[in-house]
């Protein structure tokens, strides 16, 4: 059973970088057949897709957050990141980690999420 | 970007009503559309991919239909947990994007 599990600090001071790491098992970051995404959801709002990794080594990006996402994968440790440079309350959001298949484009799992807020 | 753009935003129903949820993208997206569900407080859940198939696991009173630009969920014969936020997400471009939400609420 493939399970996604997100981690990083839940408070981030304002102009400074969120990072957070989604670590996977029952499957493998190094795999040809999935896109290794981050999506957000702002309280009480709807989801945003940030971005993903593929592990040729291309990534694609939301535009409107190119300019300040980095998303990474780390197969020695099974393992994607995601970082988030000069971040404002705007970005205070639950991140979830997820899996979208390349065989039908689709978010078939997901992890349980995680609250980042930006304050000082 | 591909705009989603889901109607009604929310909605009340009963148990055992038949539910439908529209989904219409900004330009064609084929049918590179799929639904999820999510609860409070827990992550998306796949319902429906690929416009019309059903995840695996998902009940047999979900199914999904359209092409093009307009897509429907239909819940027939709710059951309390259905109670949920369900969106829908193409899957046809990058960057992906979602719909609105629409809130299914108890009458």
């Known amino acids: 059973q493939v399970q996604l599990q997100e981690s990083g600090p839940g408070l981030v001071k304002p102009s400074e970088t969120l990072t957070l790491t989604c670590s996977v098992s029952?499957?493998?970051?190094?795999?040809?057949?999935?896109?290794w995404s981050w999506i957000r959801q702002p309280p009480g709002k709807g989801l945003e897709w940030i971005g993903y990794f593929y592990y040729s080594g291309n990534s694609n990006y939301n535009p409107s957050l190119k300019s300040r996402v980095t998303i990474s994968v780390d197969t020695s440790k099974n393992q994607f990141s995601l970082k988030l440079s000069s971040v404002t309350a705007a970005d205070t959001a639950v991140y979830y980690c997820?899996?979208?298949?390349?065989?039908?484009?689709?978010?078939?799992?997901w992890g349980q999420g995680t609250l980042v807020t930006v304050s000082s | 970007d591909i705009q989603m753009t889901q109607f009604p935003s929310s909605l009340s129903a009963s148990v055992g009503d038949i539910v439908t949820i529209t989904c219409r993208a900004s330009q064609s997206i084929s049918t590179y559309l799929n639904w999820y569900q999510q609860k409070p407080g827990k992550a998306p859940k796949l319902l429906v991919y690929a416009a019309s198939s059903l995840q695996s696991g998902v009940p047999s009173r979900f199914s999904g239909s359209g092409s093009g630009t307009d897509f429907t969920l239909t819940i027939s014969s709710l059951q309390p947990e259905d109670f949920a936020t369900y969106y829908c997400q193409q899957s046809y471009s990058p960057p992906r994007t979602f719909g609105q939400g629409t809130k299914l609420e108890i009458k």
């Open positions: 997820a899996r979208e298949r390349r065989d039908g484009y689709k978010f078939d799992y």
């Open positions: 029952g499957g493998s970051v190094g795999s040809d057949n999935y896109y």
